[in-house]
């Protein structure tokens, strides 16, 4: 085990680590498309040596620009390597700018490499009798190790003493020199002698001692034990001038002229104040949390390079802060008395706009009881009345039921305007205690939504942090974790209290900072009043409502696919020839690759073969193997999401299972859901299809489900304004048919099946942003007849292509494009430097706007439908289920025929666009048969 001294100096292959960590994924930028992958990997990198080693003196070298004295004495070298990249060049001044705030000292030294500078301090250091510790990748290194220098790698975490550089390359630090000249370096162009590899280099240095050696004893090379040993010695005599030029140029340096002493570099205390400005405009917000509660950089906690996926990088500058950084919280109430309570309503009675915010005993909206309230009126004067604190010594509180009975008409009062963060959760917990939370005007998590989808997340914590500068009191620092973690209901008044009430003034104050930018754009308030805040009441609705579920008819289906999935089991592994771990990337990769030989179509960013669910999908379709794994993994993520879980998760007391929807999860506004996700089960397939046929209707009811019609292809008409495409909607086309008569050059009645198929996998392409090669693979043909059909797709509806060339357009001027109802989508990818994300960006861009339409449009229809059951004061009627663009209903039978035309009416007329809306009904005893 190598042994490192206490304290030890530390030099840093700031360049070193700078490639390390570019090319480590994933490829991060911030919310403004810069990139911030490598930065954040390099900082990481040195916060995990602080915390590990605690070091007094440290220093962070990097190259600077311009040639050095090698290039002086080798023109070529380094010649072959490519320009560094624009988006790695980018992040260098960030880099040095976060170095230099960490107290760090930084070095760049011209003339010389970053190995000189570190291999000068680092003999300065040995001579003082002085420990060194290098962290570097780099091999060449390894020559300045001995008894007082160690190398480390902080991507695997090995260090090098002199014993492990002789394991490692198989010769001693002093002929590591000699060692990487016989070599070469085909990465530096350091030309070394032909043919000559490591194992080569390392059997004559082991035999002679060195490259001196070896010449003065040419008569002996022949007699070493490697292969080519009778031919080495006429090689080294024809390349002598070229292996003294390679031992010189893998040479370091030593003695380098430095401004700068040892004793200089000491690590100088952070400048708090310029980190949180460089982490903020870099969204590093985990680390902008950590300045802001305190901590030394020492003691952060730093990830491993192999995590810098867990941070996020679709985050807006949180630079624009408005309110101050923190929060006075001496302002704070704690009501315990009648009296209290009483000044409280004086408050929020009187108060124009009121925070408000419940505590509850779970997050799960249909068990939660209610333990608390908070209330804040203006910044920092918030109020907390707890009603059901039951610890042992908890003070005595004010009568629940009491309290509620009397708050209950301010909460219904729709005149008294409320502002909370999600909202739809409170007013689902207070339905609970037969309360209908009214006077909903603003929502902060859909504000913070609205105002940049793809800014942050938009919870509170993260919120704070970005908007206000401020770090949240987390619930873990006042409930503890895991298993004995408290509930609310749990937690000491002391505690909970400041807590709770922190939320409504942190809610209050992000109102106050967002607010002011949404007004300012017509089109973003217009979507957030008329669209997301009236939305969060009707979903809180649907999921109390719940949908009921026949679990014996999932019981069923789960012992089918059971059998199902074993049967695949056992064909894959006859076809294997073993049994393996069929879940298992690196089995299926050893079976797929080395023992079948099939093609590697993609790889994984470590570089083995990739084995994900697109890649086995097209080899499927050439090889039985792939296939029936891919169907062995869709039918078991059948199993386990449905209809193994949705039994497990019927609420006892309803006897209905009731999902989260979400409003601030998609980018593009569509909703999402989850506990359970009732939104990708298989529609096409037999077995989704069955899993559908356990949604059922009580008895005396039926199941009622309206889909709009190709709503994303009548956008494009509406948005392009193509002639063509809008003549073929306005006359109740099939617009699949009518595409394939303009494309492919026939009449309408002249269609065929596979004209109409290649028809709409264009029309459904072009949405999406698919390329011709994209098509030519989907649709088996050539990319050469799939451009031909592309090309001919933009002849005949040259509309289509000229809002795609004008969508891109303003994308790249103004970073963001809009739905036809102002909700705004930004891509901060667009204008990278990275092509491969700028492309993707694009892609996004023109679906972005007819994904976002449809959103908005099943939305409204939502909400119109909402006020129509409201009005019509009939509970047996119920909307039950959103997915994608269809609604789902259960109501009396007696009753399908009227509700249903309302109903599809409703849908059709929820949005007018330059093409009718088509919204198709089906009923039956299941979801299944309504489709």
């Not at 292959?13 to 700078?18: F, R, V, W």
């Not at 480590?24 to 900082?43: D, F, Q």
């Not at 037969?434 to 859909?446: A, E, H, P, R, S």
């Not at 209901?489 to 930018?517: G, R, S």
């Amino acid at each position: 085990m190598v042994y490192i001294p206490k304290n030890p100096l530390i030099l840093v292959d700031g360049s070193s680590y700078l490639f390390r960590a570019y090319h480590s994924p994933p490829h991060l930028t911030n919310s403004r498309g810069e990139a911030t992958g490598a930065i954040y990997g390099v900082i990481n990198m040195l916060k995990s040596l602080l915390r590990q080693y605690n070091p007094s003196h440290m220093a962070v070298v990097f190259d600077a620009k311009g040639p050095t004295f090698r290039n002086d004495m080798y023109a070529e070298y380094k010649a072959h390597r490519p320009p560094m990249p624009d988006d790695l060049r980018s992040q260098i001044e960030p880099i040095h700018q976060i170095v230099r705030a960490m107290g760090l000292p930084l070095l760049c030294i011209t003339g010389v490499e970053a190995d000189d500078v570190i291999g000068t301090l680092a003999r300065q250091a040995s001579n003082a009798g002085r420990h060194t510790l290098i962290s570097t990748g780099d091999k060449d290194m390894a020559q300045l190790v001995d008894d007082h220098v160690t190398l480390i790698n902080t991507m695997t975490n090995t260090l090098l003493d002199p014993e492990s550089v002789v394991a490692k390359f198989g010769v001693g630090p002093a002929a590591i020199i000699d060692y990487l000249a016989l070599m070469g370096d085909k990465v530096d162009n350091i030309p070394g002698l032909p043919g000559v590899g490591d194992k080569t280099a390392a059997a004559l240095l082991q035999g002679l001692g060195s490259i001196e050696n070896i010449y003065q004893n040419l008569d002996k090379v022949a007699e070493l034990s490697f292969r080519g040993a009778k031919t080495m010695a006429a090689k080294l005599t024809e390349h002598k001038a070229q292996l003294d030029l390679s031992y010189q140029l893998a040479t370091i340096k030593t003695d380098v002229e430095l401004d700068c002493q040892l004793d200089e570099l000491a690590i100088k205390p952070a400048d708090r104040q310029q980190l949180a400005e460089l982490y903020r405009h870099c969204e590093f917000k985990r680390w902008l949390a950590e300045i802001l509660q305190d901590k030394a950089p020492e003691q952060q906690n730093s990830d491993s390079p192999s995590q810098t996926a867990v941070q996020s990088a679709a985050s807006e500058s949180a630079g624009a802060v408005t309110v101050p950084p923190t929060l006075d919280r001496s302002q704070y109430q704690t009501i315990l008395s009648q009296q209290e309570f009483e000044s409280l309503l004086n408050a929020i009675n009187s108060a124009s706009l009121t925070a408000f915010d419940t505590e509850t005993t779970s997050l799960d909206y249909m068990q939660a009881e209610l333990v608390g309230m908070s209330f804040a009126v203006a910044p920092g004067k918030a109020w907390y009345l707890p009603l059901a604190h039951d610890y042992v010594g908890a003070p005595e509180q004010l009568n629940r039921d009491k309290v509620l009975a009397t708050l209950k008409p301010w909460l219904q009062d729709s005149s008294k305007a409320k502002v909370g963060q999600n909202l739809k959760y409170d007013s689902s917990v207070l339905a609970r205690y037969d309360i209908k939370l009214q006077g909903i005007q603003f929502d902060t998590m859909l504000e913070s939504y609205v105002f940049n989808s793809v800014a942050s997340r938009h919870d509170m914590d993260s919120l704070a942090l970005k908007y206000l500068g401020h770090n949240n009191i987390s619930f873990e620092e006042i409930a503890g974790k895991g298993a004995k973690q408290l509930s609310f209901n749990q937690i000491a008044l002391e505690q909970a209290a400041p807590y709770a009430a922190e939320d409504a003034d942190v809610t209050f104050q992000l109102h106050q900072t967002l607010w002011p930018k949404i007004a300012a754009e017509p089109g973003l308030a217009r979507v957030l009043h008329e669209i997301e805040v009236p939305l969060l009441s009707v979903l809180s609705k649907i999921e109390r409502n719940g949908v009921l579920i026949d679990s014996n008819i999932l019981g069923q289906q789960s012992q089918r696919l059971a059998k199902r999935i074993d049967e695949l089991a056992e064909q894959a592994y006859q076809q294997a020839g073993q049994t393996f771990n069929m879940a298992s990337p690196k089995q299926l990769q050893e079976i797929l690759f080395n023992q079948m030989g099939l093609p590697v179509l993609k790889k994984t960013p470590g570089g083995t073969p990739s084995t994900a669910e697109e890649v086995l999908a097209e080899l499927a379709l050439e090889y039985d193997f792939p296939k029936l794994i891919t169907e062995h993994r869709g039918l078991s993520k059948l199993k386990s999401t449905y209809t193994d879980k949705l039994p497990k998760v019927i609420n006892p007391v309803t006897g209905r299972v009731h999902t989260s929807y979400h409003q601030a999860i998609a980018a593009t506004g569509r909703l999402s859901s989850t506990e359970p996700n009732l939104q990708n089960i298989p529609i096409r397939s037999e077995e989704g299809r069955r899993i559908r046929q356990a949604f059922i209707a009580p008895e005396g009811k039926k199941i009622l489900a309206i889909d709009y019609s190709q709503i994303e292809l009548r956008i494009m008409a509406h948005l392009s304004g193509d002639k063509a495409l809008l003549d073929a909607f306005a006359k109740g086309l099939d617009v699949h048919k009518a595409t394939a008569a303009e494309v492919f050059g026939v009449d309408l009645s002249d269609v065929s099946s596979e004209q109409r198929r290649q028809a709409k996998a264009v029309n459904f392409g072009l949405i999406y942003g698919m390329s011709a090669f994209g098509l030519a693979k989907q649709l088996g043909i050539s990319r050469s007849d799939a451009q031909s059909y592309v090309n001919r797709y933009f002849e005949r509806f040259p509309g289509v292509l000229r809002y795609m060339e004008d969508t891109r357009k303003q994308a790249h001027e103004l970073g963001y494009v809009e739905t036809l109802f102002g909700r705004r989508l930004y891509l901060p990818d667009i204008n990278a430097r990275n092509m491969g994300r700028q492309k993707a960006a694009e892609r996004a861009a023109i679906n972005a706007p007819m994904q976002g339409t449809a959103a908005d449009i099943i939305k409204m229809a939502m909400i119109k439908v909402d006020d129509w059951l409201s009005s019509q004061q009939n509970d047996d009627v119920k909307m039950i289920m959103q997915v994608h663009d269809e609604l789902v209903f259960e109501l009396p039978t007696a009753e399908l025929t009227a509700v249903q035309t309302k109903l599809v009416s409703i849908m059709e007329n929820a949005a007018k666009l330059a093409v009718p809306l088509l919204a198709e009904a089906g009923s039956g005893d299941n979801w299944d048969q309504a489709h």
